[in-house]
């Protein structure tokens, strides 16, 4: 019978001393502590060779966020809820982006690039360098409805853009989407739901200011006449092109015939000669021109190839081409597969960007073989529509290096209840990048 030493009180060192005058059961012990191990492991630690996949948190969503609206079309709504913190915080700051350099091939940008810096050859060109161009689109601008009432009982039509103006203002080329008319041939429609989107001709004061160089007018609404109703044999449209043309801005998209509709605007910069096509999906026959009628540039199924033809003729005159597109369904948060097909035409032919817009929610952005990006929509810009979705946008910045797609933005804003777009905040700013970049995973790959 073995004696334990009555000085120690430890367990641990009764068991070594009684394995220590027991060899048979020391053997035991090793032999039962190595097979535990091996079954067991040492500790509560991952296998190196498998680690566990670290789960991806939630993307962070505003208090007041609405489900995303994924097969309805609501009708449009005005009254706007309470104002939020994101939108009391939104200024002309520059705001949080999410940047690309272009180096095919790119799903979404990753990098964030708090503001427009100048580059070494914007400040000190290299003359046998090509020359840095910076380009900014926006999404929707609704000239009439309460943008109209407010901007005629303060006779201030500059106050929408107050918050952005001096970010757009410093690009070289601002291009923006008008979902409306701008005539005096009728009043405004009132602040109520009304479809009617015609602004008074003073509204190009506040394009101006803004720094607006090429507006799209192939929208649906181009022909909204107010009280005189819709088309008014086109003399809303062509007071909007008369009104954008004396304020020093270039329309696109829009004439008296079709071969005016389907007419490229082109503008140089720094020797580089940028062409923009407008093009309208939505309304059909009701919206489009034709040889005697005016109205948009037509884009379906059947005018496509006619659109490809002004891609390429765009191209022999110019050496970078961009589409400016009014397509999709409403209040949906991904293209349809007509517009997936209409893109990877285009940017075939030779198209550089293609911008969307229409559904007023921001949709995701693809790029496609032949080195060319596709912005399905921007959302809404500047607009008086109320839930959330509806007033948070984008902004699309594209950085040529001479003629060739160098990097591109996506610059988040927040509409608030002035209906004017800030940048929008940090933590907003991430919300709506990181759905846009989930909603690019579920599109096909090109």
């Avoid at 891609?311 to 050496?319: E, G, N, S």
């Amino acid at each position: 019978m073995t004696t334990l030493n009555p000085e120690r009180s430890s367990l641990d060192d009764r068991i070594l001393e009684t394995l220590g005058r027991h060899t048979l059961m020391t053997g035991l012990f090793i032999f039962l502590v190595i097979l535990s191990v091996s079954f067991f492991g040492w500790g509560a630690e991952t296998d190196p060779i498998q680690p566990k996949a670290p789960i991806a948190p939630p993307p962070a969503v505003p208090q007041d966020a609405a489900p995303l609206a994924t097969t309805a079309t609501p009708a449009e709504t005005v009254a706007p809820p309470t104002a939020t913190s994101a939108e009391a915080t939104a200024s002309d700051v520059p705001p949080p982006a999410t940047q690309t350099a272009y180096q095919p091939p790119v799903t979404l940008p990753t990098s964030r690039a708090p503001e427009y810096t100048p580059t070494s050859s914007d400040n000190d060109p290299d003359p046998t360098s090509p020359p840095m161009i910076h380009l900014l689109f926006t999404g929707d601008i609704n000239p009439g409805r309460c943008l109209a009432q407010a901007a005629l009982q303060s006779g201030d039509f500059e106050k929408p853009y107050a918050n952005v103006a001096t970010r757009l203002r410093l690009a070289d080329l601002t291009i923006g989407s008008l979902d409306g008319s701008i005539s005096d041939i009728a009043a405004p429609s009132p602040c109520e739901i009304n479809y009617n989107l015609i602004g008074p001709a003073r509204t190009v004061e506040g394009l101006s200011f803004a720094g607006f160089d090429v507006i799209t007018v192939a929208t649906n609404h181009a022909m909204d006449c107010g009280s005189l109703g819709w088309r008014c044999e086109g003399k809303s449209m062509q007071d909007t092109r008369q009104n954008l043309l004396a304020a020093g801005i270039e329309p696109v998209g829009i004439g008296d015939t079709l071969a005016q509709a389907r007419a490229p605007v082109i503008l140089e910069r720094q020797g580089v000669r940028f062409a923009f096509l407008g093009v309208n999906a939505i309304s059909g026959d009701a919206t489009w021109a034709d040889e005697t009628t005016p109205g948009t540039a037509p884009l379906s199924n059947a005018s496509l190839d006619g659109v490809i033809a002004d891609i390429l003729a765009a191209r022999a005159k110019a050496d970078v081409v961009i589409v400016l597109a009014h397509w999709g369904v409403e209040y949906t948060d991904m293209p349809q597969s007509d517009q997936e097909a209409w893109a990877k035409g285009m940017i075939a032919a030779g198209a550089d960007l293609v911008i969307g817009n229409h559904p007023h929610i921001a949709q995701p952005v693809q790029v496609l073989p032949g080195q060319g990006v596709v912005a399905y929509a921007l959302g809404n810009f500047v607009f008086d529509q109320g839930t959330v979705e509806t007033k948070q946008g984008l902004v699309f910045e594209a950085d040529f290096l001479g003629s060739k797609l160098f990097a591109w933005r996506l610059l988040p804003i927040r509409i608030n209840n002035q209906f004017q777009p800030g940048w929008a905040n940090p933590v907003e700013a991430e919300s709506i990048l990181d759905r846009i970049a989930v909603l690019g995973k579920d599109l096909p790959v090109p």
